[in-house]
C-alpha cells in the first residue's frame, strides 16, 4: 500500500512532523513526503493513504497575504507560492473511497487560542470525497517560528502509527 504526506512549511516545524508522521507509517505503507510545491501539478494523488499538513495562520489555513506577513516577521521563513488551501481548492475529487488524514502546527500558548489548519484541511478532504481515517491533529511550537513543543516529533510518529493501524482499504477501493 501506498501513502503520500503532502505538507506546506514555512519554517521547517510542519515539514519536521511531516516527516515523524512518514517515519510511523513506514512500517505499513510505502511513503512519499512532499512539500506541496513539489504536487501542484498533480491535483489527485494515486495513493492509498494521503496525509496532508500544514501551519495554522490567522487561526486557519495560510493564504498569500498571512504567508507574506510571516516572511515579513522573520528572516528564517522559506516564501511558498501556492499553499496547502490553493492546492486542495483546486484538486480533482477522488473517483473512488480513498482514506486521508489531516495534520497542523499551531502555536501551543495560549492554550485556548482558536483556530486549526488540522480541521481546514480535514474539511476541505471531505469535500473532495476522502475518508478521513482518524481525526485531524495539531502540533504545537513554542513560537511563530518554532521550535516544536517538546515531544511532539515523538506524538506525531505515534499518531501515524495509529493511523496506519485504521487506513485499511476501504470496502470498494482498490488494491
Known sequence: MRAQVVYESMFGNTAAVAEAIAA?????????????????NYPAPQVDLLVV???THAF??????????AANRTDDAVEIEIGIREWLDAALPVSS????????????????????????????LRHLGYHL???????????????????????ATDWAA??????????GAPI
Open 60 to 69: 486557519g489555513l495560510s493564504r498569500t497575504t498571512t504567508r507574506q506577513d
Open 97 to 124: 473511497p480513498r482514506s486521508a488524514a489531516a495534520f497542523g502546527t499551531k502555536i501551543a500558548r495560549p492554550p485556548w487560542l482558536p483556530g486549526s489548519a488540522a480541521k481546514g484541511i480535514a474539511k476541505r
Open 133 to 155: 481515517a482518524v481525526a485531524p491533529a495539531d502540533f504545537h511550537v513554542e513560537d511563530m517560528a518554532g521550535p516544536l513543543s517538546s515531544g511532539e516529533l515523538v506524538r
Open 24 to 40: 510511523g507509517l513506514r512500517p505499513h505503507f510505502e511513503v512519499t513526503v512532499s512539500p506541496v510545491a513539489e504536487v501542484v
Open 162 to 171: 495509529q493511523l496506519a493501524a485504521t487506513a485499511l482499504p476501504l470496502p
Open 53 to 55: 499538513g500544514g501551519p
